[in-house]
């Protein structure tokens, strides 16, 4: 009798042994230490995602410039930290208040996707969730692809300015310091490259140009690289030095649209950003550009790469919390 009640009860730890081994394997495999799933939110909070979803669409259909605002903050997020929601804190000293972040908008609609969320179940969906739906919501909402976001993350309690200022990448930088700055985030230099593909939609304040029309040290304080015509758009748009009101858009032609028109920009030499236009310049980083110039190439590595930095450091289980309201610990 003993033996028989024994006996399932054995199989049963037996198979569920074996199946952790295969999790723990096929994560190995993959070369992630995230637990994350997707469908996390399956039988805990069943309409969660489209309840974002169907919250970001409405505040889309007033407000164009949504999409590009929100892939740009996961971004702002992951990197500080890992995904963890915590440039969402609001308060003096936080991640918020950094320079780098000045221009970071977007919180208002992730508090209202927050709310809608929490009227169906209270304290189930985290913010650092939320941005990670969002990211995926946007691309799609502009014509990219959509992906499975896999989900669990925690929200963290600490948010620090000087974090976002040593962590996130400027538009300066070259090859090497892209690559190395990706690097310390675990993502490789082919990541950095098709991560770079979400400037095909939005914008940047002229400031972030200067370098290219008015302070490169050449003659006429303008980058060589840059073809005249595009040139002499540029300085008409931003017309005086150091402007962050007057900007630009990152994807001449179809900033408003998810595709792969930016790798070709960057093959015409009109990427706006040195950080965009470095990535056609050098030979490690050019063969990836050509390659991604065409959606069918572009889209499932993009997939691949987001799903990846948003795994990024992220806090799960037991760790962190599920804040009430996204800009505050509770
Ligand atoms: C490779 C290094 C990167 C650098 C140096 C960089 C730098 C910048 C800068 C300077 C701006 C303009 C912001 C402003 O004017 O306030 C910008 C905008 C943007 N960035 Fe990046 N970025 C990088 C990578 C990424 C990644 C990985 C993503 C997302 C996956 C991203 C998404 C965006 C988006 C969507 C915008 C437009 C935001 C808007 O229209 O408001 N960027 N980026």
Redesign the pocket.
């Known amino acids: 009798m003993a033996a028989e009640m024994l006996g399932p009860a054995r199989s049963c730890v037996s198979t569920m042994t074996a199946l952790l081994v295969v999790t723990i394997l096929s994560v190995m495999a993959a070369g992630e230490v995230s637990a994350l799933q997707t469908g996390f939110y399956a039988s805990s909070c069943p309409k969660a995602e489209e309840t974002i979803y169907s919250t970001l669409q409405q505040l889309h259909a007033n407000d164009p410039?949504l999409?590009?605002?929100l892939?740009?903050l996961?971004?702002h997020d992951c990197?500080v930290r890992g995904c963890d929601g915590s440039v969402l804190l609001q308060g003096s000293g936080t991640e918020r208040t950094a320079p780098v972040n000045?221009?970071?908008?977007g919180f208002g609609a992730i508090d209202a996707a927050k709310a809608a969320v929490e009227k169906l179940c209270p304290g189930i969906v985290s913010c650092a969730d939320i941005l990670a739906f969002a990211?995926r919501d946007?691309v799609k909402m502009v014509g990219g692809p959509g992906w499975e976001v896999p989900a669990g993350r925690r929200d963290g309690t600490v948010s620090l300015a000087s974090e976002a200022s040593s962590n996130?990448?400027?538009?300066?930088?070259d090859v090497n310091q892209?690559t190395a700055?990706?690097g310390k985030q675990g993502l490789t230099r082919d990541d950095?490259v098709i991560?770079?593909?979400?400037?095909t939609?939005?914008?940047?304040?002229c400031?972030?140009i200067d370098n290219r029309i008015y302070d490169y040290p050449s003659p006429s304080g303008v980058d060589p690289l840059l073809p005249k015509d595009f040139a002499a758009k540029l300085k008409k748009k931003c017309r005086e030095r150091g402007s962050?009101k007057r900007?630009f858009d990152?994807d001449s032609g179809t900033?408003a649209t998810f595709d792969a028109q930016y790798y070709k920009n960057l093959a015409k030499r009109t990427g706006l950003?040195t950080?965009?236009q470095v990535l056609y310049e050098d030979s490690r980083t050019r063969p990836l550009v050509l390659e991604s110039s065409n959606n069918a190439n572009f889209f499932p590595k993009f997939t691949q790469?987001?799903v990846k930095?948003s795994q990024i450091s992220t806090l799960e289980g037991s760790q962190g919390q599920i804040r009430q309201r996204c800009g505050y610990v509770n």
């Open positions: 410039d999409p590009p605002v892939l740009r996961h971004f990197f000045g221009r970071l908008e990211a946007s996130l990448p400027g538009a300066q930088m892209l700055n990706f950095m991560l770079s593909g979400a400037h939609i939005g914008e940047a304040a400031v972030h962050t900007k990152l900033s950003l950080s965009d790469a987001m930095m």
